[in-house]
């Protein structure tokens, strides 16, 4: 009677050896699976594998960023003088908030006001080309605005040599009659930004220029 007693409390301790085993077993494969995920995103985070996030950080930190009409620097913080560079033409040692920090008053926005800033940059020396298929001849400053940060007048100062180049030859070849009428005008400060913007396209690889303005303008 002893025997057939003990029989199914021995099959009991077995089971339930076995049973701890089998969780022995899950734990672990639950741990090597947790730890490998873990080890995954810890190495993509940190650029071991793929890279990708550091390359995009890279590009992020090369690439011009647009400038709110908030943050733009106001002539007036830098006591009415312009300049080369800068939102608006201020120059370096202004402080962060143009206007608003230096009058202690907001900046007015408008009504039709623009949404970014205005970054000026005033190209030395005039261009004088003669005009296509004309004996008069045209004379012209030139300055440009972007929206974007000072490494688009950055790359444009960089560029200048090939700047310069590319308006010269988009002045040659405008007619004289255009030259004469608002309308030629205006359209030859459209084909002047997409001129410097195409230089800068094929050299940096961002244009940036949002217009073109002009601080001089003779036919002769």
Do not use: C, W
Request: proline share 3%.
């Amino acid at each position: 009677m002893s025997d057939k007693a003990e029989a199914p409390e021995g099959g009991a301790k077995k089971k339930k050896g076995k049973l701890g085993k089998l969780l022995v077993v899950g734990v672990g494969l639950i741990a090597l699976v947790g730890g490998g995920v873990g080890a995954g995103l810890y190495a993509a985070n940190s650029g071991l594998i793929g890279g990708g996030g550091h390359a995009e950080k890279e590009e992020d930190k090369n690439t011009p960023h647009l400038v709110p009409k908030s943050e733009e620097k106001r002539a007036s913080a830098a006591g009415g003088e312009g300049g080369e560079g800068g939102h608006g033409g201020g120059g370096e040692g202004e402080s962060e908030g143009g206007s608003e920090k230096a009058e202690g008053l907001p900046t007015p926005a408008g009504e039709g006001g623009d949404k970014y800033a205005s970054n000026y940059f005033t190209l030395e020396k005039e261009f004088t080309s003669n005009l296509k298929e004309s004996v008069h001849f045209i004379q012209v400053g030139i300055a440009v605005s972007t929206p974007y940060d000072d490494r688009v007048i950055d790359n444009l100062k960089t560029h200048e040599i090939a700047v310069r180049s590319a308006i010269l030859m988009t002045l040659s070849n405008t007619d004289e009659e255009s030259v004469f009428t608002q309308e030629g005008k205006e359209q030859l400060q459209r084909k002047l930004t997409q001129a410097i913007n195409g230089v800068l396209k094929q050299k940096e690889g961002f244009g940036g220029i949002g217009n073109v303005y002009f601080t001089n303008f003779v036919v002769q």
